[in-house]
């Protein structure tokens, strides 16, 4: 099926002005979006038999004589990322794990097989009685992950570091409750992917999938994962390391950095269209857009895809604290309560919310939103019928 791609909005096109409040102050910028599930606008040619490449990649199955496992959780790397499209949310969880002692920090629990749970074996495993993964019994933290799409990574891998260091507010110093902060590692690159901020960039992010969904060594990491970090038996694992090498990585990473954004759905009813941008004026009255920013453009770029776009995002890319409602894991530097604010383009693609899918609808996601978000649900709770049922509307056409 060909499918058409568009480069700006059709229905909302004052959505931006209202929103970010500086379309007086500057020119109107192209937003780069298109159907869920396809490539960027302007790929060059060797950039489109790239994207395609590895989206045959992405979409194939591994066999143990390629690599997959021993130990594992999907054979297929859309297994997990299949919704609406290749590339978009999963409906399966994974279950990670992870230890945290304010006085100590985060371990990832490494001695008992990382934080990542793999729950399937390959059949020779299987038949000598090898059982999967089992929890680490001294985890404080344990968490089913839902996992995201993958839309429009590539113009967040993007995104110049200094614009989203502008935003963070550590010490809250305009008073208004949030502390956004960038998610620095330990050799100082800006995390900006996982919902931790735990990877810098997308080979790092599509590396770490590789590993500990699929099981597949790779050229940085060739060693396994083990089973709660005891040996394999032998012959178990009869193909050499690395399982995957760098140019089938590169083709991986390169179907999940030129995968567009998707465009807005437009209301059921178009003469709702108003209402719509309502709905998004509510959205930046209690407090929403400070962390779930609108839009972000991109810098300097090889690619003409990807060079100084404007997209659609809803996050700001810095760790918050949402507070004890809803915990999960913790990171090395991140504590259990911080994540990396949630994108929330496409948000309308799916219908179970928050990291671990815990909120069924939208109105029960906003109301597990504390901490640094405790202000905006409170004016969440404020709103009468009316002005709820706008913010829906707009919140569905993400």
């Known amino acids: 099926m060909v499918r058409r791609l568009r480069t700006s909005f059709v229905w909302p096109a004052a959505l931006g002005p209202i929103i970010l409040g500086a379309a007086c102050a500057a020119p109107p910028v192209t937003t780069v979006e298109a159907e869920p599930g396809a490539p960027l606008p302007g790929l060059s040619a060797a950039e489109a038999e790239a994207f395609a490449a590895g989206q045959a990649l992405f979409n194939r199955p591994f066999a143990p004589e390629e690599g997959l496992g021993p130990i594992f959780n999907q054979d297929r790397c859309s297994s997990c990322h299949d919704l609406p499209t290749s590339g ?8 990670k794990v992870s230890r945290f002692e304010p006085a100590v920090g985060c371990s990832l629990l490494e001695d008992e097989g990382g934080d990542l749970i793999q729950a399937r074996l390959v059949p020779a495993l299987s038949a000598l009685g ?44 305009d008073g208004d409750g949030i502390r956004g902060r960038p998610a620095i ?34 050229p940085l990491h060739p060693l396994e ?52 941008r309502r709905g998004a004026r509510v959205f930046e009255e209690i407090g929403c857009a400070s962390c779930h ?26 760790l918050h604290d949402l507070g004890g409602e809803i915990m999960d ?30 909120a069924q609808g939208v109105e029960p996601a906003i109301r597990f939103h504390g901490g640094e ?18 913010l829906y509307l707009f919140l569905w056409t993400l």
């Open 88 to 95: 978009g949310h999963g409906a399966d969880p994974v279950t």
């Open 130 to 173: 090898v059982p999967p993964e089992r929890l680490p019994s001294d985890a404080t933290e344990i968490t089913r992950l839902r996992p995201p799409a993958l839309y429009g990574l590539g113009l967040v891998e993007a995104v110049p570091r200094e614009d989203i260091l502008s935003r963070a507010d550590p010490d809250d110093a």
């Open 185 to 218: 590692l330990a050799d100082g690159s800006l995390g900006r992917f996982g919902g931790k901020g735990q990877d810098p960039t997308l080979f790092r992010f599509v590396e770490a999938a590789t590993r500990g969904e699929l099981g597949l060594t790779t």
């Open 225 to 276: 994962h083990l089973p709660n970090g005891r040996p394999f038996p032998q012959g178990v694992d009869p193909t050499p390391e690395p399982e995957i090498d760098e140019a089938s990585l590169g083709l991986l990473v390169a179907y999940v950095r030129f995968l567009a954004p998707p465009t807005p759905r437009p209301p059921d009813d178009p003469a709702r269209a108003d209402d719509v």
């Open 293 to 318: 920013v609108p839009t972000m453009v991109t810098g300097p770029n090889d690619s003409p895809a990807l060079d100084r776009k404007s997209f659609r995002i809803y996050s700001d890319l810095l």
């Open 329 to 358: 894991v913790c990171a090395p530097g991140v504590s259990p309560a911080e994540r990396i604010t949630a994108r929330l383009v496409g948000l309308g693609l799916r219908r179970d919310f928050m990291h671990d899918g815990v």
């Open 373 to 390: 978000a405790a202000g905006s649900r409170r004016a969440f709770g404020a709103l009468d019928e009316r002005r709820r049922e706008l």
